[in-house]
């Protein structure tokens, strides 16, 4: 049961960059954002409620790495998400983010003093070039002529959001459960995302969303969000960080397939050469 959910975590999430392509062209960054994380917190906090007998108050230092958590990996992460998937390809911006592990890896090595092994180095490398291939469209020499456009930096972008996210995370994660530290930083993130969610004129606009907007909206914060993260970390607590980092892997091959079928978006040589040599790449980063 617990491969099956972490398989299907997989797929929740190849299919966030499907309802993020959505709603990109008829909503706001900030408003969908802040809608996505005021639906999740409220899941959350049930789910909180329902496992843990509520959240635990948090002491001094760990307010300020809450509200850290809260700014990149909610904030910062999701704005930059949805903002670059007005231009960029739900396949392609899978990809690019599919190296979250990898720099996680390589700035656990510089920070954290994490080895970092000749294996890891070389699937770095391999991960970037997928990158690369993807974004070029199998043409790495375009990158001096434009092939990296606005778009494609608010992704890698989201890269650094998740990267430091997990950073700060480390250190609240010592002191409190793993959801808990989520449904904070959805928290702090909701909080943050309403005033600027405010200035895009949210109170107006929303009630001329349409019905798909709105169900991709529920779909980030219940399946990408909710499910997703529960599963994921019923999956480390069960099976380990290491195998079921693996799973991982899956999201951009989920996502390509599903921008395919649902988005009509096409499937070609570089992306499917891309995404191999990612996968590879972060294979050979995590494992052990």
Not at 5 to 22: N, Q, V, Y
Not at 178 to 200: H, K, N, R
Request: positive net charge.
């Amino acid at each position: 049961m617990i491969y099956l959910k972490l398989i299907l975590t997989a797929i929740f999430w190849g299919g966030t960059f499907i309802a993020g392509r959505i709603i990109a062209p008829d909503i706001g960054p900030f408003s969908g954002s802040f809608l996505r994380f005021v639906f999740a917190s409220v899941f959350l906090l049930v789910i909180c409620h329902s496992l843990e007998g509520g959240l635990p108050r948090l002491k001094g230092p760990q307010i300020l790495t809450a509200v850290l958590l809260g700014l990149t990996g909610v904030f910062a992460y999701n704005v930059l998400f949805l903002a670059g998937l007005k231009t960029v390809s739900a396949g392609r911006a899978s990809i690019i983010i599919a190296n979250n592990p990898v720099f996680l890896a390589l700035f656990s090595s510089l920070i954290f003093k994490e080895q970092l092994s000749v294996r890891r180095v070389f699937g770095i490398v391999l991960s970037l070039m997928g990158a690369v291939i993807a974004i070029t469209r199998g043409n790495p020499s375009m990158i001096w002529q434009g092939a990296v456009g606005f778009g494609e930096v608010l992704i890698f972008g989201c890269v650094a959001s998740w990267v430091s996210y997990s950073l700060i995370g480390k250190k609240l994660m010592q002191d409190i459960s793993p959801v808990s530290a989520v449904t904070y930083s959805s928290i702090f993130g909701a909080l943050f995302l309403s005033f600027p969610a405010y200035m895009e004129d949210i109170t107006h606009s929303f009630a001329n969303y349409s019905f798909l907007t709105w169900m991709s909206i529920l779909y980030l914060a219940a399946f990408g969000t909710v499910i997703g993260f529960t599963w994921f970390y019923e999956g480390i607590k069960t099976i380990g960080a290491t195998r079921s980092g693996v799973f991982i892997n899956f999201v951009p091959i989920s996502a390509i397939l599903m921008a395919f079928v649902i988005l009509g978006e096409k499937m070609d040589i570089s992306l499917v050469f891309g995404v191999t040599l990612v996968t590879l790449g972060v294979f050979l980063t995590n494992r052990e």
